[in-house]
């Protein structure tokens, strides 16, 4: 079965940058599309970014220039990068993985929070 490990997250002020890591267990991370969603507390999950098989990628608007998603298929590990973080980026952050377009394994979640 595939398992999906976050780890990265953590309280950082306005302005400040963390690196969100998923580390993905079994032996089809290379075929597998990959994203990250969040869920601030009391609102719905939503996309963050996502990236394909091939390292094809997307933003949501409001992290667009702020935060790269990228994948080292060598130790099958997805990250995220976040700069310039904002209290608005507080949520739990979850890791996604799929086939086929839909997400069918998720990680549990990592709690960022961003301090005014």
């Known amino acids: 079965q595939v398992q999906l490990v976050e780890s990265g997250g953590g309280l950082v002020q306005t302005g400040g940058s963390l690196r969100l890591s998923c580390v993905v267990s079994?032996?089809?991370?290379?075929?597998?599309?990959m994203a990250w969603y969040r869920q601030p507390l009391g609102k719905q999950r939503e996309l963050v970014a996502d990236?394909?098989?091939?390292?094809?990628?997307h933003y949501a608007d409001s992290v667009k220039g702020r935060f790269t998603i990228s994948r080292d298929n060598a130790e099958n590990t997805l990250y995220l990068q976040m700069n310039s973080l904002k209290p608005e980026d507080t949520a739990v952050y979850y890791c996604?993985?799929?086939?086929?377009?839909?997400?069918?394994?998720w990680g549990q979640g990592t709690q960022v929070t961003v301090s005014s």
């Open positions: 079994g032996s089809i991370f290379n075929i597998l599309a």
């Open positions: 990236i394909t098989s091939t390292s094809i990628t």
């Open positions: 996604g993985a799929g086939v086929g377009g839909f997400m069918d394994y």
